[in-house]
Nanobody, 126 residues
Framework: QVELVESGGGLVQAGDSLRLSCLASGRTLGNYGVAWFRQAPGQERGFVAAITWINRQILYADSVKGRFTISRDNAKNTLYLQMNSLKPDDTAIYYC???????????????????WGQGTQVTVSS
């Protein structure tokens, strides 16, 4: 069982930066593929970024490529999402997730992630 707790969200202006953290407990996060998803009001949850379990690939949604960076600190059992040049369209609840089987073919499918955090709100004003 992996428990995930996100933090670092908040209200910022367009162009600002935020770093989200996802602290894992119960198991070693390094033994899992990990990802960030987000859900804006009235929209379905969507993929943001991932580090896959298979081959440790780093992948991003086109909408955040070049602005967001996913990383992990295995010693701290923590996943991060550095978000730069934030836009109002980035406003959403951000969730971290863990999977023991993510790869290049399925990293964007929420269904393969068996462990989820409670989410942290990011609001970007224009």
């Amino acid at each position: 069982q992996v428990e995930l707790v996100e933090s670092g969200g908040g209200l910022v202006q367009a162009g600002d930066s935020l770093r989200l953290s996802c602290l894992a407990s119960g198991r070693t996060l390094g033994n899992y593929g990990v990802a960030w998803f987000r859900q804006a009001p009235g929209q379905e949850r969507g993929f943001v970024a991932a580090i896959t379990w298979i081959n440790r690939q780093i992948l991003y949604a086109d909408s955040v490529k070049g602005r967001f960076t996913i990383s992990r600190d295995n010693a701290k059992n923590t996943l991060y999402l550095q978000m730069n040049s934030l836009k109002p369209d980035d406003t959403a609840i951000y969730y971290c997730a863990a999977s023991p089987s993510s790869g290049s073919a399925n990293y964007g499918w929420g269904a393969i992630y068996g462990y989820w955090g409670q989410g942290t709100q990011v609001t970007v004003s224009s």
